[in-house]
């Protein structure tokens, strides 16, 4: 079993917790170069997004691979969940490891007003 292989297997296990909470679900996914947040709903329908390639944050960085450009993510996709309403999310990883931009993008998201 090769490393994406695992990764998906992970995902897997943790999106079917996340589907008997009911609740609606961040989901990160992270490429070398870009880091991208879903809001998807019950109904497995995207509701929201934000990548370093956005707009508004695309300005406002260097680089687009690091923490702080997850930590800029994070703190955009709270302030669009906010404004649909929503403020009780649970974190999908999507199986990376909660390290690094994973950990950055969550942590600028809980500072901007989401709960895990």
Known sequence: MNKKLSRIRRSKKTRSKIRLLGVDRLSV????????ANLVDKDNKVIATVSTLS???RGEIKSTGNCEAAAAV????????KDLGISKVAFD???FKY???VMALANAAREGGLEF
């Open 99 to 101: 390290h690094g931009r």
């Open 55 to 57: 707009p508004e944050i």
């Open 29 to 36: 996914h992270r490429t070398s170069k870009h880091i991208y």
């Open 93 to 95: 990883r999507s199986g």
């Open 74 to 81: 994070g703190k955009l996709f709270s302030q669009k969940a």
